[in-house]
């Protein structure tokens, strides 16, 4: 029997963590000939593209949520703890949903550590939480933490899947060359340190900075790739981009404002070392991609972070220059040593999921 599952979620551009996986989950469902149809709540969100439907403000979310569950679509709403007007999204969709007879499947994204996740650290936002996870039919979470910490609002364990995000589909790309001004940047820097960042609090992008600077004490001939920096002129981005200038670093740093699945993962196996900054992604997927390439990583502590991550404080420079040095010191024996974790086929998982969720 065909399903019809609405995504509301970022879709690409720009490539982000949820906007790969909701593509990858709209090509799967369609590929099973369901019907699967994504409300684009990104940056791209006013941008017409026939992969997505726009969202133009919140009347007009409001009119499609609404439209979509009269047609008969099991929403899927993507979330996590960082903000408060994505649980104000996600209730408005789980009404829209009970209004017809359906209950939403929400996947909640990152780790235990963010602002207003648990019933200690929500304050005001805690009943929010607490009627968001009552709403939802299925809760998919990263991992067995994040589980508990669901399960502390009350929430029946049983309802709550962990499906980490990561899955083997993510490892099939196909090797491209890059424009010359990168491949450039590439030829003429030695190593080369790669790291995801958006220009947002919560990545330490400070701290990744001033760190890179002081790791070129060691290595003057090290360069900085820099992916996911596309501008939304924000006082943050301006101050980041006054600090490369400060210290003079933008001979050494290159940045891309997006790639594609291919070209990131072709940047990964041209670089050194991973560097991955937030705290709040719990079980990371570019940093389980990065060890199945046997790049090393060095990751900021978050207590979910896989065998072989080079822990370091996330928000001391120091620390971070201190462990990105010796794991390039030690380059070939820290790739040997790496324990490559096993890829579930989680896609398939969440598949089945949506599929059974649906009615």
Same mark, same amino acid.
């Given at each position: 029997?065909?399903?019809?599952?609405?995504?509301?979620?970022?879709?690409?551009?720009? &490539?982000?963590?949820?906007?790969?996986?909701?593509?990858?989950?709209?090509?799967?469902?369609?590929?099973?000939?369901?019907?699967?149809?994504?409300?684009?709540?990104?940056?791209?969100?006013?941008?017409? *593209?026939?992969?997505? @439907?726009?969202?133009?403000?919140?009347?007009?979310?409001?009119?499609?949520?609404?439209?979509?569950?009269?047609?008969?679509?099991?929403?899927?709403?993507?979330?996590?703890?960082?903000?408060?007007?994505?649980?104000?999204?996600?209730?408005?969709?789980?009404?829209?949903?009970?209004?017809?007879?359906?209950?939403?499947?929400?996947?909640?994204?990152? $780790?235990?550590?963010?602002?207003?996740?648990?019933?200690? +650290?929500? $304050?005001?936002? =805690?009943?929010?939480?607490?009627?968001?996870?009552?709403?939802?039919?299925?809760?998919?979470?990263?991992?067995?933490?994040?589980?508990?910490?669901?399960?502390?609002?009350?929430?029946?364990?049983?309802?709550?899947?962990?499906?980490?995000?990561? +899955?083997?589909?993510?490892?099939?790309?196909?090797?491209?060359?890059?424009?010359?001004?990168?491949?450039?940047?590439?030829?003429?820097? =030695?190593?080369?340190?790669?790291?995801?960042?958006?220009?947002?609090?919560?990545?330490?992008?400070? =701290?990744?900075?001033?760190?890179?600077?002081?790791?070129?004490?060691?290595?003057?001939?090290?360069?900085?790739?820099?992916?996911?920096?596309?501008?939304?002129?924000?006082?943050?981005?301006?101050?980041? &981009?006054?600090?490369?200038?400060?210290?003079?670093?933008?001979?050494?740093?290159?940045?891309?404002?997006?790639? *594609?699945?291919?070209?990131?993962? +072709?940047?990964?196996?041209? !670089?050194?070392?991973?560097?991955?900054?937030?705290?709040?992604?719990? @079980? !990371?997927?570019?940093?389980?991609?990065?060890?199945?390439?046997?790049?090393?990583?060095?990751?900021?502590?978050?207590?979910? &972070?896989?065998?072989?991550?080079?822990?370091?404080?996330?928000?001391?420079?120091?620390?971070?220059?201190?462990?990105?040095?010796?794991?390039?010191?030690?380059?070939?024996?820290?790739?040997?040593?790496?324990?490559?974790?096993?890829?579930?086929?989680?896609? *398939?998982?969440?598949?089945?999921?949506?599929?059974?969720?649906?009615?």
């Amino acid at each position: 029997m065909q399903k019809k599952i609405l995504q509301i979620s970022p879709f690409p551009p720009p &490539r982000t963590g949820w906007s790969v996986r909701v593509a990858f989950l709209k090509s799967a469902l369609l590929a099973l000939g369901h019907q699967c149809q994504v409300l684009n709540i990104g940056n791209s969100r006013k941008v017409e *593209s026939p992969e997505y @439907v726009c969202v133009y403000n919140a009347w007009d979310y409001l009119y499609k949520v609404v439209k979509f569950s009269a047609q008969g679509y099991t929403i899927h709403a993507h979330v996590n703890g960082e903000t408060w007007k994505g649980l104000l999204l996600v209730f408005a969709a789980g009404m829209a949903n009970r209004l017809f007879g359906k209950r939403y499947v929400l996947t909640f994204h990152g $780790g235990v550590q963010q602002i207003y996740f648990t019933p200690e +650290t929500g $304050g005001y936002f =805690t009943p929010f939480f607490r009627l968001m996870f009552a709403l939802s039919q299925r809760i998919i979470c990263n991992n067995e933490a994040v589980k508990a910490k669901i399960a502390a609002y009350g929430v029946d364990p049983d309802k709550v899947v962990p499906i980490p995000a990561f +899955t083997r589909q993510y490892l099939q790309h196909e090797t491209v060359n890059f424009d010359p001004p990168l491949e450039h940047f590439l030829a003429q820097h =030695t190593p080369v340190i790669l790291s995801y960042i958006v220009f947002r609090d919560g990545f330490f992008i400070e =701290t990744l900075i001033e760190g890179f600077r002081r790791l070129r004490t060691d290595y003057p001939g090290v360069g900085l790739l820099l992916i996911g920096t596309e501008s939304d002129e924000s006082p943050l981005e301006a101050e980041i &981009r006054g600090l490369i200038a400060a210290a003079s670093l933008e001979p050494h740093v290159f940045d891309v404002p997006s790639m *594609s699945h291919d070209e990131f993962r +072709t940047a990964m196996k041209r !670089c050194d070392l991973y560097i991955r900054t937030p705290i709040t992604d719990g @079980v !990371c997927s570019s940093v389980l991609e990065a060890l199945s390439y046997e790049l090393p990583v060095v990751a900021a502590e978050n207590g979910s &972070r896989p065998p072989s991550v080079i822990p370091y404080i996330a928000d001391d420079p120091q620390d971070l220059a201190t462990q990105a040095a010796n794991t390039l010191a030690h380059l070939d024996d820290v790739r040997q040593q790496i324990i490559k974790p096993v890829i579930r086929d989680t896609l *398939s998982d969440e598949v089945n999921l949506l599929i059974q969720a649906a009615t």
